[in-house]
């Protein structure tokens, strides 16, 4: 496993998603769910995604893991999440949480 060190120019955060204000029923049904995807496509496509998914115990919860450029400062990166279609219109809620890794595999 490699390590990931203080410097290393990489910082790491958690997307922790839960149901928004506006949920109600299924949320892999309802059709702004699909702005949720969209915007995680958009992690992939800027290089920062490294996980995304719901949790198995938590009906309309999950988590996006993003490993971006130590410049960019978790208030963008919070930004960023709170621009999600999905929590702009309350179908989710996100905390973003900044994620000190010491371990990594490769």
């Known amino acids: 496993m490699a390590s990931e060190k203080a410097g290393s120019g990489v910082a790491w955060a958690a997307l922790v998603h839960t149901p928004g204000p506006t949920a109600s029923g299924p ?54 999440a709170r621009a999600d279609e999905a929590v702009v219109s309350g179908l989710l809620s996100v905390c973003v949480r900044p994620w000190r890794v010491v371990m990594a595999g490769d």
């Open 27 to 80: 949320m892999f049904q309802d059709p702004r769910f699909a702005h949720h995807i969209a915007f995680l496509r958009s992690l992939d496509e800027m290089g920062w995604l490294v996980a995304a998914g719901s949790f198995a115990d938590a009906d309309g919860e999950g988590m996006t893991v993003v490993r971006y450029p130590e410049s960019v400062g978790l208030d963008e990166v919070e930004g960023i």
